[in-house]
Nanobody
Framework: VQLVESGGGLVQPGGSLRLSCAAS????????MSWHRQAPGKERELVAR????????KYADSVKGRFTISRDNAKNTVYLQMISLKFEDTAKYYC????????WGQGTQVTVSS
């Protein structure tokens, strides 16, 4: 199982980013996927979850209306579109497979700063 996150960066408040997670080593189309984040000194938290067929299942209250999770099963990739970014969105973002929840990638850093 391999999960490779990308797309993070430095962005000003109110800005946007789209994160990608390329998955391999398992049957991606059969697995629910999720995005999580961890800020310094805080526990990792669930950001969003999507079903195997692309139905968004859950968003953290703090990101509802600003973040959108989606997936492309043909590309074995899950995305997180983030708009109206806030300082408190600063964290390292990770994707995760519901089938292999013990596996984590390196994450991608998102820093919201003016």
């Amino acid at each position: 199982v391999q999960l490779v996150e990308s797309g993070g960066g430095l962005v000003q408040p109110g800005g946007s980013l789209r994160l990608s997670c390329a998955a391999s080593g398992f049957t991606f189309s059969r697995s629910g996927m999720s995005w999580h984040r961890q800020a310094p000194g805080k526990e990792r938290e669930l950001v969003a979850r999507i079903s195997s067929n692309g139905a968004p299942l859950k968003y953290a209250d703090s990101v509802k209306g600003r973040f959108t999770i989606s997936r492309d099963n043909a590309k074995n990739t899950v995305y997180l579109q983030m708009i109206s970014l806030k300082f408190e969105d600063t964290a390292k973002y990770y994707c995760n497979s519901a089938m292999f929840s013990n596996y984590w990638g390196q994450g991608t850093q998102v820093t919201v700063s003016s």
